[in-house]
């Protein structure tokens, strides 16, 4: 049996996208998860459903994910930090403070869109922050980083309902400690921006942590927890983020490049985070905020 669940925060084009997936395929029931979500129950071939869902959305304000209801509910949630928890790429912002956004920022699209070498254009954004004041680090996140519309009910509901909750970032400690603790997460993976008397060095303390590094994090955590990668929800936006959202049983592309939205089992680019709660089924008075 599939799950095809739609979600949107435009109550009449989910209306109009559950009566186009009614109009060609066999729904065998329906379950309202909240007012923005539905359950359309079916008993029928996974890939071509996704192909029919797809079609039948078309260009409605409609985010969806069709998976079987077995295993629906993911028992580890790893989660990309920048642009996806939070509404910023922290390195811009930083770059920002140290006068050379525009450059730092040209490099950052091009490595998210998988155009550049991760590792190699993180050194070479970092590089460009060398001398800058250790300060700028908390006025940064002061001033710039919020988290993303749903990201705390996403977190603190897997959380209350038994699964492990992982924010790993590409980004820098000094963040993922805070937003982590923010939204409640239970641990956090990032690089560490190498300081000396109060300023940056212009440098990351190796290995750095990128796109094998996630999908590694995803591999041991499952491990740890006596699972495999099927029984974890995996969510990014960007082209390091690939890895484990390919290989998660859920991989959800939230905002994302389009490289990461092609692979990915279902995207999010309409609804908040807490999709990825319905795309479990959850339902909103189960949610925790």
């Not at 209350?160 to 992982?166: L, S």
Request: hydrophobic share 50%; with cysteine; net charge negative.
């Amino acid at each position: 049996m599939l799950a095809i669940t739609l979600v949107s925060p435009d109550p009449a084009a989910l209306a109009q996208a559950a009566a186009a997936v009614r109009a060609v395929l066999a729904i065998s029931s329906e379950v309202p998860l909240g007012q923005g979500a539905l359950d359309l129950l079916a008993d029928l071939p996974p890939v071509e459903t996704h192909q029919a869902v797809k079609a039948a959305v078309g260009d409605l304000p409609v985010d969806f994910a069709v998976q079987p209801i077995e295993n629906r509910r993911k028992r580890l949630l790893i989660a990309d930090m920048d642009s996806t928890i939070i509404n910023v790429e922290c390195l811009d912002e930083l770059a920002d403070f140290a006068g050379v956004k525009d450059k730092v920022s040209e490099i950052t699209e091009r490595a998210m869109r998988g155009e550049l070498a991760f590792e190699g254009a993180l050194r070479e954004r970092v590089g460009m922050l060398k001398g800058l004041s250790v300060d700028a680090l908390q006025a940064c996140y002061d001033d710039r980083v919020k988290l993303n519309p749903g990201a705390r009910i996403l977190v603190r509901t897997m959380a209350a309902h038994g699964a492990r909750c992982a924010l790993v970032s590409g980004g820098f400690t000094f963040f993922t400690s805070r937003v982590a603790e923010a939204a409640g997460f239970h641990l956090n993976r990032a690089n560490t921006l190498i300081e000396d008397a109060g300023r940056l060095t212009g440098t990351v303390g190796e290995p750095i942590l990128g796109k094998e590094a996630k999908l590694a994090a995803l591999r041991e955590e499952t491990a740890a927890l006596g699972l495999t990668p099927a029984d974890a929800l995996a969510v990014g936006d960007g082209a390091n983020d690939l890895a484990m959202i390919e290989v998660a049983g859920l991989g959800v592309a939230y905002r994302a490049k389009p490289i990461v939205a092609a692979q990915a089992h279902a995207k999010v680019d309409h609804a908040d985070l807490t999709a990825l709660l319905y795309f479990q089924g959850y339902t909103t008075a189960e949610f925790v905020s």
